[in-house]
């Protein structure tokens, strides 16, 4: 009992420590949005043949609903799908303000950001030029997906998800709340686990496994809720996941992209399409990873 008191106690002052930065990274965050959100939800919409380099772009950056955002365009015609990867491949939901809040050098932030928007990218530009293909169409020609974008915004079927409404400090306060709480409760049960099982023996169970690592972590990742990217992230910083892991969990998981694109999308094989290829997508670049010796 009185270990399990320490783990306790241990749990909240771990997660209490990440509270200011957390807050703080939240703040600036919804700083930016509020001012360029739109502008670059309807950029991305204009793009055209070069939609994935914007969405890539776009994605890097975890703005609330963005993901959401993006499956809205994408069911209203407005971005193609290759842009629609793009944006989900690079996106890192909670990533960034875990990293950030525990004091990670900027090269390692800047490593992982870089690789998922190039990942983002080349995924997109490559989804297209097959789309294009296989419809007969010129390889250089971008012609919309033909559907009606009326009423399609980005926080408009999202919003209650993602905790976007109510200005930028109850937007702050919203998002710090949530993910903080994620972070206590795995916390707390990591150091029930490793209490149980031994840490080397959790350790060894992903972190060892070049193939098996990034397939159980891409499955993790596509989990439509921010806990999955505060889990790959923390599991990580613990090392008790690999960076091709990692990245597998982090490159197929969409915020909250695929639950907005199951909803709003009335093509069920375009959406598990899309699902399948996140999967695919993220599982072969974390194995590549590893397997090239890549260090993060």
């Known amino acids: 009992m009185q270990n399990v008191k320490e783990m306790i106690f241990d749990a909240f002052m771990d997660t209490v420590k990440l509270l200011p930065f957390l807050f703080l990274t939240y703040t600036a965050m919804e700083y930016v949005e509020h001012k360029l959100g739109k502008k670059t939800e309807e950029a991305v919409g204009r793009a055209g043949c070069f939609g994935p380099v914007l969405g890539a772009f776009a994605g890097g950056f975890p703005q609330c609903g963005f993901s959401a955002a993006a499956s809205n365009l994408f069911a209203g015609g407005m971005i193609t ?51 294009r293909k296989r419809k007969g169409r010129p390889a250089h020609a971008c012609p919309g997906r033909g559907g009606k974008a009326a009423g399609v915004s980005g926080h408009g079927d999202s919003g209650e998800e993602c905790g976007c409404g109510g200005g930028i400090f109850r937007s702050a306060v919203s998002h710090t709340f949530r993910v903080i709480s994620f972070i206590f409760v795995f916390s707390l049960s990591l150091n029930l686990i490793i209490g149980i ?15 098996a690592g990034p397939l159980a972590a891409g499955l993790i ?23 091709g892991a990692m990245m597998a969990g982090l490159l197929a998981g969409s915020g909250i992209g695929l639950l907005v ?6 093509n069920i094989k375009e959406s598990v399409m899309v699902t399948v290829l996140l ?13 090239a010796g890549v260090v993060i």
């Open 81 to 131: 799908m290759g842009t629609l990867l793009s944006v989900f491949l690079s996106t890192s939901d909670e990533m960034l303000p875990i990293l950030l809040s525990e004091r990670i050098g900027i090269g390692v932030i800047v490593k992982l950001l870089g690789m998922k928007v190039l990942i983002g990218m080349a995924a997109g530009f490559l989804a297209d030029f097959i789309v």
């Open 197 to 211: 099982a031994g840490e080397d023996f959790i350790a060894g169970l992903l972190s060892d496994k070049p193939v």
């Open 221 to 243: 990742g596509l989990i439509p809720n921010c806990a999955a990217s505060v889990v790959l992230t923390q599991l990580y910083l613990e090392g008790m996941l690999g960076a």
């Open 261 to 266: 694109l199951f909803r709003v999308n009335g």
């Open 279 to 291: 999967y695919v997508i993220g599982v072969a670049a974390g194995i590549f990873i590893d397997a």
